[in-house]
């Protein structure tokens, strides 16, 4: 019983000490190519005046790599450090192999203590690239365009598209994963299969890889290149254009597409008239194309005659791989100018021929109205003067009676006079005065 005693006795002073020192390693985790310190800290006993030392040693095949300041294996670019309650070991130029438990220890009199300080190394991705596929998709289809790849990362990256806008896409496939047993290094890839229509057309897309070390890594894509098909509008011309001869005319045939439409123009008579354009010739020969075939123009547009007409239907075909192809038309209908004989001036002759009369009388122009409308309104003045002329005649002429009527009947009286006085004068009135008459 008694060496049982002596025995647990020794077995907790045991116990007792190795708690009190408390020794404790600390992990940490770096990238190839940096430096990492391992620490250890430990709590001393105030009572232990013992000496102790200090070791570190390889986790896994547990080889001593320092005692004390001693480099035993003497690898240069790894250091130790140590004080009161801590010790370190520093590792530069950290790569893959380097990633290990490192064994730190305590040994002296009663004491022997042992702890684990994990070195997790970790890689930024060592090549990031883009793949295109050289696909065009049609416009409403499923494709895939693009596949980003990343390696030698360790862990693996996030990977992501965005578009122009900044936008994340979703795609259809998720990140595939590869990773090395030994190194544990990952390779990584994303494909870029969606859903495109025709405004993703030209678009370039941006790959994003990150590391939670790093900073993000980018790489663009082509321009997509998504098929649709063609569409097609005129322009400067309705269903029907009537236009008088001699007039110019353009008009474009606007087509949309991909692949880029080509565009041919067709002309046929009206059924009325029986002509019909030169083998191998599509317009009439004052017609002409210019902007890659796109746009018909003429200077002068010609009625029908024995040889030619512009007179009919003009088409407009646009087409290309994709789709059926748009046909566009309108009518054109020329007039003849109005035709305006001038009139010669006549010979001096007693009799001159009368100018022959127009076949068709061009419309006044606005200073020819202002004249007649000024004509008008001299001749209306100049009745109206004479019609107050007239007037103040007619009444002046009834005033010039009354007192003629007036000094008559006053002659009446003197003639009576008269014969009772034949002395006085007939020439004169009573009043010694000549009776005069005014007449207007």
């Known amino acids: 019983m008694g060496?049982?005693?002596?025995?647990?006795?020794?077995?907790?002073?045991?116990?007792?000490?190795?708690?009190?020192?408390?020794?404790?390693?600390?992990?940490?985790?770096?990238?190839?190519?940096?430096?990492?310190?391992?620490?250890?800290?430990?709590?001393?006993?105030?009572?232990?005046?013992?000496?102790?030392?200090?070791?570190?040693?390889?986790?896994?095949?547990?080889?001593?790599?320092?005692?004390?300041?001693?480099?035993?294996?003497?690898?240069?670019?790894?250091?130790?450090a140590y004080?009161?309650?801590?010790?370190?070991?520093?590792?530069?130029?950290?790569?893959?192999?380097?990633?290990?438990?490192?064994?730190?220890?305590?040994?002296?009199?009663?004491?022997?203590?042992?702890?684990?300080?994990?070195?997790?190394?970790?890689?930024?991705?060592?090549?990031?690239?883009?793949?295109?596929?050289?696909?065009?998709?049609?416009?409403?289809?499923?494709?895939?365009?693009?596949?980003?790849?990343?390696?030698?990362?360790?862990?693996?990256?996030?990977?992501?598209?965005?578009?122009?806008?900044?936008?994340?896409?979703?795609?259809?496939?998720?990140?595939?994963?590869?990773?090395?047993?030994?190194?544990?290094?990952?390779d990584s890839a994303l494909t870029l299969e969606k859903t495109f229509y025709k405004d993703d057309n030209g678009e370039i897309?941006?790959?994003?890889?990150?590391?939670?070390?790093?900073?993000?890594?980018?790489?663009?894509?082509?321009?997509?290149?998504?098929?649709?098909?063609?569409?097609?509008y005129l322009t400067n011309a309705g269903q029907n254009e009537l236009l008088q001869e001699g007039s110019s005319l353009a008009v474009s045939c606007n087509a949309e597409g991909n692949p880029f439409p080509t565009v041919e123009w067709s002309f046929t008579p009206d059924e009325h008239i029986n002509i019909s354009l030169p083998e191998g010739q599509s317009l009439p020969s004052n017609f002409a194309l210019s902007g890659d075939g796109r746009t018909m123009r003429v200077e002068s547009v010609t009625v029908t005659d024995d040889t030619s007409t512009n007179?009919?239907?003009?088409?407009?075909?646009?087409?290309?791989?994709?789709?059926?192809?748009?046909?566009?038309?309108?009518h054109l209908g020329v007039y003849a100018a109005p035709v305006t004989t001038v009139p010669t001036t006549p010979a001096l002759s007693e009799k001159s021929p009368e100018p022959e009369a127009t076949a068709e009388m061009q419309p006044r122009s606005a200073g020819s109205d202002a004249a007649v409308i000024g004509g008008v309104v001299a001749v209306a003045v100049f009745v109206l003067i004479v019609a107050v002329v007239l007037i103040a005649r007619y009444f002046m002429s009834h005033k010039g009676t009354y007192h003629t009527n007036e000094m008559k009947n006053h002659d009446t009286e003197e003639n009576r006079n008269d014969d009772e006085h034949p002395m006085v004068d007939d020439e004169e009135d009573y009043g010694g005065k000549k009776r005069t008459e005014y007449f207007m």
């Open 3 to 80: 060496n049982k005693s002596q025995i647990l006795t020794v077995i907790c002073l045991l116990i007792t000490a190795i708690s009190a020192w408390d020794l404790q390693g600390e992990n940490v985790t770096k990238l190839t190519g940096s430096e990492a310190t391992l620490r250890c800290t430990y709590q001393k006993p105030e009572d232990y005046d013992a000496k102790y030392f200090h070791e570190w040693r390889d986790g896994v095949t547990g080889s001593t790599l320092f005692f004390n300041h001693t480099n035993v294996q003497d690898i240069s670019r790894m250091s130790i």
């Open 83 to 186: 004080g009161e309650g801590w010790m370190t070991l520093t590792i530069r130029d950290i790569t893959l192999s380097d990633e290990k438990p490192y064994r730190c220890t305590l040994s002296g009199s009663g004491i022997s203590q042992r702890a684990d300080a994990l070195l997790t190394v970790e890689q930024i991705p060592q090549h990031v690239h883009v793949t295109n596929l050289e696909v065009s998709p049609r416009h409403g289809t499923e494709a895939a365009i693009a596949k980003c790849s990343s390696s030698g990362s360790k862990p693996a990256p996030t990977m992501w598209f965005t578009d122009s806008l900044g936008q994340k896409v979703d795609v259809a496939n998720a990140e595939i994963h590869t990773t090395d047993p030994e190194t544990k290094l990952v």
């Open 205 to 232: 897309y941006k790959c994003h890889v990150k590391h939670h070390n790093s900073p993000v890594i980018t790489k663009e894509t082509n321009p997509v290149n998504v098929q649709y098909e063609t569409t097609a």
């Open 311 to 330: 007179n009919g239907t003009f088409t407009c075909v646009a087409s290309n791989s994709i789709g059926s192809p748009v046909q566009l038309s309108f």
